[in-house]
């Protein structure tokens, strides 16, 4: 018997005693190179796109099935409703205030939770993934038990309604703080990702050049961190967007007064108009879209 | 002048208790030792980065052992050099004298002469992106001593660099320290760096800093 390398299957003795040709000799030194049978990529390249695909092919074939449900004339006719007309606007608004609320609380939280060991820091960690795990209806109606839950003889809501003159719950304040309840949760997630990757030495070396700790974070780390910021404010929108749940339980779904896209859906499916809830969908799927490209490209725009 | 009197630090599971030397005002000092025994701690502690457990540091006979890092008026340069990845060099060498609100004419006038002796003029509006180890140093070096701090620490400034570079960048180490009459603690594992560099040499060894034979101790016994 020859040497055996391993993986490749030992020369027959006549293979061994005949002199070795070219293609033999190239076939042999290819063998030793790679060490062991050479192996084809492409089982791995359908398995793994195979099951990717699958996904990508449910989220495609659920958008062509409602294009297909739609017509044209049906899409317009639902969006010229001047009750869709205005959930469309107060979505708009609701889910950039919603947003901006958000990205405002988790750039600080993100940062402290990334930067610093303190006393309390895994129940505060663990807090802020609440929203992203409780039920949505869960969610609305601890709200609504918020603010109408007396404290002491004092109310948030009566207090806000009587005193400030800001009443929220079933207005449209309760709609964006319903949608911020949650998008706020993602917007940390993100935000604390980010600042994981930033590395603190800058900080540190900022400080020494006579930075307070609040200079080295405006000057060094929240500069570096906008990328992240503008992911954490697009995930904060498409939640708003999406949010359905606490919204009909804190704000209801008052036509022309705390309707939005998505509960504009359950209205007009509540009301057996079909085709009026495939076009909000689809019309709800093209925002989705374009802010998604719209931030993509921007980002995109900022980095080179 | 740099005094640490019985010092203890603790990082994570690593400790150093009851470190102590001296290094007198304008001197060029080397501390040497393996890795992993705790330099980058002592240096982080000099310059207010890390918690002191117990003990005394002392900068030109001042305690500031609880004093914040902004206030001890220490140039440093860390291993990784820690450069801005939002700055250009010029905000770099900018970067202490904007914090210390100097008026736009006396920045413009250091950063031009820091930038001059340290040979990056040609590099003043360029990102920190794409320069080479040697250039980063010079930055982070510039970065570091634009303030004209009283005290300078230097934590392995020269071991990424190849040997040609090392050899200029200790040059241009030696010079700027004397022009800048900066007390100086340089951290490094390299002897011939060390012989090259210092005026006086520290050995970090079973948690003990001893001082080595210095230049002046040799030609004063001559």
Known sequence: MGP????????????????????????????????????????????????????????????????????????KEALFKPE???????????????????????????????????????LIDTIVDIPIVLPPLVLGLSLLILFHQPFFGWEIEAWLRDTVGFPVTYRWPAVVLAQFSVACAFAVRTMRVTFDQIDPRAENVARTLGCSRGQAFLQIAFPQAWRGMIAATT?????????????????????????????????????????????????????????????????????? | MIELQAISLR????????????????????????????????LEAICGLRRVVAGKIFIHSTEVTHWLPAERGVGYVPQDLALFPTYTVRGHLEFALKIRRWSRPKIDERTDELAEQLGVTHLLNRTIDGLSGGESQRVALGRALSFYPSVLLLDEPLSALDADTRWEMQGLLK????????????????????????????????????????????????
């Open chain 1, 4 to 75: 055996v390398v391993w993986g490749v299957e030992p020369m027959n003795d006549a293979r061994q005693t005949a002199a070795p040709t070219l293609h033999d000799s190239e076939t042999n030194r290819r063998s030793l190179i790679a060490g062991h049978r050479r192996r084809s990529d492409v089982p791995f390249f359908v398995v793994m796109g195979g099951i990717s695909s699958c996904f990508v092919l449910l989220i495609v074939l659920l958008l062509l099935a409602d294009l297909r449900f739609a017509s044209l004339a049906e899409f």
């Open chain 1, 84 to 122: 869709i007309q205005f959930a469309f606007q107060l979505t708009i608004l609701s889910c950039t205030v919603a947003a901006l609320l958000s990205i405002w609380v988790a750039t600080p939280l993100g940062y402290l939770l990334s930067r610093y060991r303190f006393p309390g820091r895994t």
């Open chain 1, 235 to 304: 995930i904060a929108w498409a939640r708003a967007l999406g949010e359905f749940g606490p919204i009909l339980v804190f704000a209801g779904a008052t036509r022309m007064r705390t309707e939005v896209l998505s509960t504009t859906v359950f209205l007009e499916l509540s009301i057996g108009n079909l085709d009026a809830a495939v076009a909000v969908s689809l019309l709800m799927v093209a925002m989705a879209v374009v802010v998604l490209v719209v931030l993509r490209l921007l980002g995109t725009g900022l980095t080179s």
């Open chain 2, 11 to 42: 990082a994570g599971q690593f400790s150093l208790d009851q470190v102590s030397f001296k290094i007198e005002s304008g001197r060029y000092a080397v501390l040497m030792g393996k890795t992993g025994r705790g330099k980058t701690t002592i």
């Open chain 2, 175 to 222: 010079s700027l320290t004397d022009a800048h009459d900066v007390t100086t603690l340089h951290i490094t594992h390299n002897q011939e760096e060390a012989t090259a560099l210092a005026d006086v040499s520290y050995q970090l060894c079973d948690g003990r800093v001893e001082k080595l034979e210095s230049k002046h101790d040799q030609a004063s016994s001559r």
